[in-house]
């Protein structure tokens, strides 16, 4: 079984910034996801194998997905902070042609990375 191995994340004050990292290779589609406390698992940003993006309006111009093809790496880098954000975020993986917004979309997933926020 594929294993995405995730680290990274951390506390920090509202307005901070972090970074979550996944070590994953191969796949035509990788995607951030993140559960909050007492709610379901939520989509975060996607990118495809030609490098493009797709945001959740919650995150839009605050976080940006990026990967290192040559380390084999996802990251996500996370600015302007709100304590809203706190959440355990997930990375994923697909080998399908196209990118989704849905945890079915995905077939393998990180450990977690916990990020916390306070104000």
């Known amino acids: 079984q594929v294993q995405l191995v995730e680290s990274g994340g951390g506390s920090v004050q509202a307005g901070g910034s972090l970074r979550v990292t996944c070590a994953a290779s191969?796949?035509?589609?990788m995607a951030w996801f993140r559960q909050a406390p007492g709610k379901q698992r939520e989509w975060v940003s996607f990118i495809s194998t030609d490098g493009s993006t797709t945001y959740a309006s919650s995150v839009k111009g605050r976080f940006t997905i990026s990967k290192d093809n040559a380390k084999n790496t996802l990251y996500l880098q996370m600015n302007s902070l709100k304590p809203e954000d706190t959440a355990m975020h997930y990375c994923a993986g697909s080998w399908v042609r196209y990118c989704y917004k849905v945890e079915a979309g995905y077939t393998d997933w990180g450990q977690g990375a916990q990020v916390t926020v306070s104000s």
């Open positions: 191969g796949y035509t589609c």
